[in-house]
């Protein structure tokens, strides 16, 4: 059975970089088409869709944090990570990393639980 | 990118139907049958409910149906129950390759 889990700090200082990452069991991220993806959650907000990475280690972000963000993998340890650079408490948030049900699919469907982010010195 | 509509908020009462709406534009709803519908619980992460605008994954309720007409999805809910109550997002995929999810929806059973 897939499993994600994200891991990382829980606090970092404003203006420096948010680093998590996301372990992957039950699957192997570099012998399968999919998508992996980060979405993060301010409180009490809704969602927001931070970028994904495709196994061939082509990735898209959303354009709000293009320049601020780098997602990449980790084949030899079946993980995938996020970097987002410059934070400020705007980037307070859960953070999830996700993949889809199938091949070539973007929509999430298997999420983590969550890691809280808070940003604050 | 703009985040898809939702209404903030729906109510119904145990056995009711509901149905949550998520307009986008030709650029994502509307021009993919890529959406997704999202239930998420209170401190939980979300769990998929809906894919493809009308495929439930293995294991959700027929009681959740989806559906698109243009650029609207919509997320019907029979037999109101009172664990359905729960925060609902839709997401979509984009000409510009990208995700966008709408605002969310609280759903309130009364």
């Known amino acids: 059975q897939l499993q994600l889990q994200e891991s990382g700090p829980g606090l970092v200082k404003p203006s420096e970089t948010l680093s998590l990452t996301c372990t992957v069991s039950g699957g192997s991220i570099s012998r399968s088409s999919f998508y992996w993806g980060w979405i993060r959650q301010p409180p009490g907000k809704g969602l927001e869709w931070i970028g994904t990475i495709y196994y061939s280690r082509n990735a898209y972000y959303n354009p709000s944090l293009k320049s601020r963000v780098s997602i990449s993998l980790d084949t030899s340890k079946n993980q995938f990570s996020l970097e987002l650079s410059s934070v400020t408490a705007a980037d307070t948030a859960v953070y999830y990393c996700?993949?889809?049900?199938?091949?070539?699919?973007?929509?999430?469907?298997?999420w983590g639980q969550g890691v809280l982010v808070t940003v604050s010195s | 990118q703009s985040a898809l509509t939702q209404p903030a908020s729906v109510s119904g009462s145990p056995g009711q139907s509901i149905t949550v709406s998520c307009t986008g534009t030709?650029?994502?709803?509307?021009?993919?049958?890529?959406v997704s519908w999202y239930q998420q619980h209170t401190g939980k992460a979300p769990q998929l409910m809906i894919y493809d605008v009308s495929n439930r994954p293995s294991g959700i309720s027929n009681r959740f149906t989806g559906s698109k007409s243009g650029n609207t999805a919509s997320l019907t809910i029979s037999g109101l129950q009172a664990e359905d109550e729960a925060d609902y997002y839709c997401s979509s995929y984009t000409t510009t390759s990208t995700l966008v999810f709408g605002g969310g929806t609280k759903l309130t059973v009364l």
């Open positions: 996700a993949r889809p049900l199938r091949y070539f699919d973007w929509l999430p469907a298997y």
């Open positions: 030709s650029s994502d709803v509307g021009g993919y049958n890529s």
